[in-house]
Structures are given as C-alpha cells and as structure tokens.
C-alpha cells in the first residue's frame, strides 16, 4: 500500500473513529463486542518493539529510538517521522478493534509491521545498537530516591508521561495528571493511567506523592506495588479528581487505600 493511500485511510479511520464516539453518546448505544484477537495481537506487538531495543516508547507516548529516555542515543528526523507515523497506525488498529473490526485491524495492523521492518532496518543499517532499555531501568530503580527526600522542585512537563515501575522492574502505568491540594501549593497525587494501548482505554488510579521514588535524572519513577493492587485501586475520571467540595473525602479513601497496601 503506497503511503499516500495508507495515509489517507488512516484520516478516513479516525474521521469515522471520531462519528461513531459521538453517535454513540448521543444515542447511548450498546457498545459493540472488541475484536480481542486483534487486541492480544496488538499487545503482543507493542511489547515486541520494545524487546527489539529499536523502540522505546515505553507505555506508549514515545517516537522511536531512544526519544525522550535520555539514554545517550540520537535519533534522525527520518526516525522520528517513521516513529509518529507507526505511533498512528497502531492507534488506528486499536480503534477498529475496538469496534469489533477484527479484519480491519488486523489488516493495518499488519501494515505497521511491514513499516516497523523498515524501521528497524534503516536502524540496523545505520549501525545503531539496540538499547538495553531493561539493563537502564534497573540501574534507576536501584537509584531512585523518594521524592519528599529530595530538595528539589518537579515541573509538571518532567512528570507527566513519566514511566512508572515496581522494584522488580513491572510496569505499572505512566504520569498523566497531577492534583494539587485546594489548601496548599504542593502535589498531593500523581494519576497514573495504566492499561489501554497509545493512550486509548486508559484506567487513571490517583496515588499519593509521597509514596513514589524517582530515579536521579527524573525519568523514572518506583512506587512499592505491584499490578494486583494497582487492578482494585481507587480510580478517577481522566479530567476530575473529585466532584467539587468532596476533595478532602475522597482523598481520605485514596490515602486509605494506598497505607493499606503499600509494601512500605
């Protein structure tokens, strides 16, 4: 499939993407059944790409190799490009599966790995070396310190898409938000958003700053969990913490939750 072509059912995907989610407010539809074949396959590909050392995008907001980990790679405009535009195909597939296209997705999804074959050889002919993204992760987590020990201020350009892990190296999900007390000037939680694929069906679980480390070049984060425990936490809405006037009760049952199951 000629680029041009590709491109243009991709524009024509998300047009038809975006009608359906308002038809389906409107309407209240019945969501229909996702090709969950296409899903695992999905998964299974995303997490491929990043076993290869060719693509690190992590939870899914990166652009190729070694952008955004500061791991001491260059990446070329060409790279980048080729980055955004898999980036897009494979949100593109999640989006028909989700609406229960099996065949559409696993149509372009197999378009995307035809392009990520010539991402990574354009790589390899380039003579970059795979990064050893796993071997990285485990110095910054053996590195972090926790936050409240640090005499140091966060913006929030640095931690929002940060990664979050475990101490034993399993992904937990990445920064999307940050909630400030109403009484004071400090943050009170980071929402992480976990699950979903590129940022699609996302679950955002609000937990509170102190209980996180952070690596020494701010781009990690640990916190003492595990998956399990991140599956039966409070949740919250993408764009609202707690409904007005409730912060300090709904924060009690977040701070309740997390000093019941934190490891430390």
Known sequence: MKRSTLAGAVAALFCLGFATTLLAAEKRVTAVKPAQKCLNDLRAFDNQMEKDGYWLGGSGYGYGYGYGYGLGYGVGIQNVRQGYELRTLVASAN????????????????????????????????????????????????AAKAVTSMNTSFRSDELLGTDVRSPQNEALGSVEDLVMGPTSDKIAYLVIARGGIFGIDEKHVPVPWEAFKISPNGKLLVLDTNKSVMETAPRVTKNQFATPGQFDQEGQKVDAYWKAHLSN
């Open 95 to 142: 989006i028909l599966a989700r609406q229960g296209k099996q065949q559409s997705c696993e149509d372009v999804l197999a378009a995307t790995r035809n392009m990520y074959n010539v991402y990574v050889a354009s790589m390899r002919s380039g003579k970059v070396p795979p990064a050893d993204l796993q071997g990285w992760r485990q110095m910054q987590i053996a």
